[in-house]
């Protein structure tokens, strides 16, 4: 079934450790994102890719990286993880930029002691 | 900046009520606007989109109406049922740039 992939699907990770979540889609989609979703404040977008090789910031890009080696893959890491990186992170995919439709990963819960 | 204002937060319905859920967004240039479902444990599914150049869109017991000159848009869901249990998001988003503004979200509950 074509979609996106998401692993882990759920991590405990203590503070200061490194962490990358994986994202792989399989529709051949050219945009990508990052989005993480807390209680009540909605889905927040890290970072962003229009096409392979180039990436953006996005709303709440602190402490994330994200790389965009080709199209299939996004990876998002948190070089230095902080409680406050503690939510349910999605990664979503379009065929183009902009009013498209987004199709988004099952989500990585991912918890930071 | 730009945002998207979406209500109510909570709602509950007997099952076979309509729901309504509004949302009301701030960027004159948006020209589409998709709503999400998200079911418990599970990541955000498109349920109906629809696109400026339409007032209103309809998928069997769903429906979206579009009113761009007062910046509202509107999710109507028929003869509700149980299933239809989950939290429902509105966006608003343009061509050619990377944002989709996503309201707060709204809590569906059908009770049976």
């Known amino acids: 079934i074509a979609g996106i992939t998401q692993a882990p699907t759920s991590q405990i990770l203590a503070a200061g450790r490194r962490m990358t979540l994986r994202c792989t889609q399989d529709m051949r989609h050219n945009a990508m994102y990052w989005y993480r979703q807390d209680l009540g404040l909605g889905l927040r977008l890290i970072h962003y890719?229009?096409?392979?090789?180039?990436?953006g910031k996005g709303e709440v890009p602190d402490g994330y990286s994200v790389s965009r080696a080709n199209t299939d893959d996004f990876p998002l890491t948190l070089a230095s993880a902080v409680p406050s990186q503690t939510s349910v992170y999605f990664c979503?995919?379009?065929?183009?930029?902009?009013?498209?439709?987004?199709?988004f990963g099952a989500g990585s819960r991912l918890t930071v002691l | 900046g730009e945002n998207v204002e979406q209500h109510p937060s909570t709602l509950s319905v007997q099952e076979g009520d309509s729901a309504v859920i509004k949302c009301t967004y701030s960027?004159?240039?948006?020209?589409?606007f998709p709503w999400y479902k998200q079911e418990l444990g599970k990541g955000p599914q498109l349920i109906i989109d629809?696109?400026?150049?339409?007032g209103e869109k309809k998928d069997q017991r769903i429906a979206v109406t579009l009113n761009k000159t007062a910046k509202h848009f509107s999710l109507h869901i028929t003869e509700t049922q149980p299933e239809d249990s989950a939290v429902y998001f509105c966006a608003a988003s343009k061509g050619g740039t990377y944002k989709y503004i996503f309201g707060t979200g709204t809590r569906l509950k059908v009770l049976a």
């Open positions: 960027d004159s240039a948006s020209n589409y």
């Open positions: 890719s229009n096409t392979a090789g180039t990436t």
């Open positions: 979503a995919s379009s065929d183009t930029f902009g009013a498209n439709v987004l199709t």
């Open positions: 629809i696109r400026s150049n339409v």
